[in-house]
């Protein structure tokens, strides 16, 4: 069956440029989830939807950064006016349930790579 | 914060050996998962440790959890190249919504 979908698999951008980054969940799974994965480290939380709430938005590092979700499926995670520092792969995963599920893991798209130069 | 500590960050095996890789985390949690991520891939789930005491096994692989020491074990028997992969370890960082915090992760190469 089909994957968590991500697009675009690569993205360059200018400096200052703004870019939205595209999740398409596996169907039915109600949550979703955004991480990113900078070179040499681990996966850093950015968001979490459920549904079409996102009841923890902790990770997101700057008010650059802003996300939605619509009709509890594709999400989209936008970056303004993105620095050097936004360079990463960006991970979406969701899974059956975030709450009830205690055994479901996560899972993941192939990513985002975002370059900015 | 919850922190989440793999190690060894890089290890070297060699074929046929069996080795033992390492994830500690810092606060009480009894949710425990294990993924593997080939190069320039996404992330596949190995294992979910649900309490304390968990052992699960899949082919040369086993994990467990001991969550009094808030550790977990990925034991690697008579490794194969094709187990050459960066292994993730990750910790729900509440209770519930798998809101995961991973470690650096544990990057394995086998050599024949």
């Known amino acids: 069956g089909a994957g968590v979908s991500q697009s675009p698999s690569n993205k360059v951008t200018e400096k200052g440029k703004d870019v939205e980054l595209r999740c398409d969940p596996i169907?039915?799974?109600?949550?979703l989830y955004w991480y990113r994965q900078s070179l040499g480290q681990g996966l850093e939380f950015l968001i979490y939807f459920q549904g079409n709430s996102a009841p923890d938005k902790s990770g997101l590092p700057s008010d650059r950064f802003s996300a939605e979700r619509t009709g509890g499926s594709v999400s989209t995670l936008t970056i303004q006016r993105t620095q050097q520092e936004d360079s990463a792969v960006y991970l979406c995963?969701?899974?059956?349930?975030?709450?009830?599920?205690?055994?479901?893991?996560?899972?993941f798209g192939n990513g985002t790579r975002l370059t900015v130069t | 914060e919850l922190k989440v500590e793999q190690n060894p960050l890089f290890l070297s095996m060699q074929e046929g050996k069996n080795y033992t890789i390492y994830c500690n985390y810092s606060t009480t949690s009894d949710r425990l998962y294990w993924y593997r991520q080939d190069p320039g891939k996404s992330l596949e789930s190995l294992f979910v440790l649900l309490s304390n005491g968990a052992v699960k096994q899949e082919g040369r692989l086993m994990a467990s959890l001991d969550t009094k020491a808030r550790l977990s074990t990925l034991h690697i028997t008579a490794a194969v190249h094709d187990l050459s992969a960066t292994y993730f370890c990750a910790v729900d960082r509440y209770y519930g919504n798998n809101r995961l915090a991973f470690g650096k992760g544990n990057q394995v190469v086998v050599i024949p």
């Open positions: 995963a969701s899974s059956v349930s975030g709450a009830e599920d205690y055994n479901s893991p996560l899972h």
């Open positions: 169907s039915g799974h109600t949550a």
